[in-house]
């Protein structure tokens, strides 16, 4: 079984702070991870994933994040935070040993990140 | 939102009634999922299918049924049965290979009346 979870249901950061939004994820094997932004009556877009090889992971508008095995976590981080950054933040999780036939995401319940001017 | 069109943008329906929710996408992908979006509980898995023909049950397939008569579309239909219909519904579609993302489309209010 895999699950994730985002303990936060909303984070607050003043404009031009560094932004963090946490996620952790448990998995029987290896996982892929990712995280997506939704903004409001939006789907759901893209911004990292991780699946092998470097810790530090970069993505869209100059987010990124760090996967730590230890810790079971993937946080998603942004050393500068934008109002336009505003949104509803979803981490993913994928076990890598899960079979061929099953391409299914498991999705925490969101994390609601408000950048006040 | 990619190559992924989702119709229509806002859905009202009378208790009672059954409606289809229509996906479509041009990006040559071979699965597409359903996703159904509530306040404070994330997204929840209805169905997918990685091929056409072919769908398999999500989390919480009761009262919902598909179709994947063609690689481009994958209609979902909530059934009078589903007894909470009112939700945000998403569609993705994702590329072979088990790391490849998942590209959303822009959703469907529902809302029964």
């Known amino acids: 079984a895999q699950s994730v979870a985002q303990p936060e249901d909303q984070v607050n950061v003043a404009e031009g702070n560094p932004l963090t939004v946490k996620c952790t994820y448990s998995?029987?094997?290896?996982?892929?991870l990712f995280w997506y932004v939704q903004y409001p009556n939006r789907g759901l877009q893209f911004l990292l994933k991780?699946?092998?090889?470097?810790?530090l992971v970069k993505g869209s508008y100059g987010f990124e994040a760090e996967f730590n095995k230890s810790q079971t976590s993937f946080h998603l981080k942004k050393p500068s935070a934008l109002v336009s950054d505003s949104a509803l933040y979803f981490c993913?999780?994928?076990?890598?040993?899960?079979?061929?036939?099953?391409?299914?995401?498991?999705f925490g319940k969101g994390t609601k990140l408000s950048v006040i001017p | 939102d990619g190559g992924i069109t989702q119709s229509p943008k806002y859905l009202f329906r009378k208790e009672g009634q059954n409606v289809t929710l229509s996906c479509e996408q041009n990006?040559?992908?071979?699965?597409m999922y359903w996703y159904r979006q509530d306040p404070g509980q994330g997204l929840r898995l209805i169905y997918y299918?990685?091929?056409?023909?072919?769908?398999q049950k999500g989390d919480i397939a009761e009262g919902y049924s598909v179709s994947r008569e063609k690689k481009e579309s994958f209609p979902l239909t909530v059934t009078s049965a589903q007894k909470n219909p009112t939700a945000f519904y998403l569609c993705?579609?994702?590329?072979?290979?088990?790391?490849?993302?998942?590209?959303f489309g822009p959703g469907t209010r529902l809302t029964v009346l």
């Open positions: 990006l040559n992908h071979d699965a």
């Open positions: 991780y699946i092998t090889g470097d810790n």
């Open positions: 998995v029987s094997g290896n996982p892929y």
């Open positions: 299918s990685q091929i056409v023909n072919d769908f």
């Open positions: 993705a579609s994702k590329n072979s290979g088990g790391n490849n993302e998942q590209f």
């Open positions: 993913a999780v994928r076990d890598v040993s899960s079979g061929a036939g099953s391409y299914q995401l498991t």
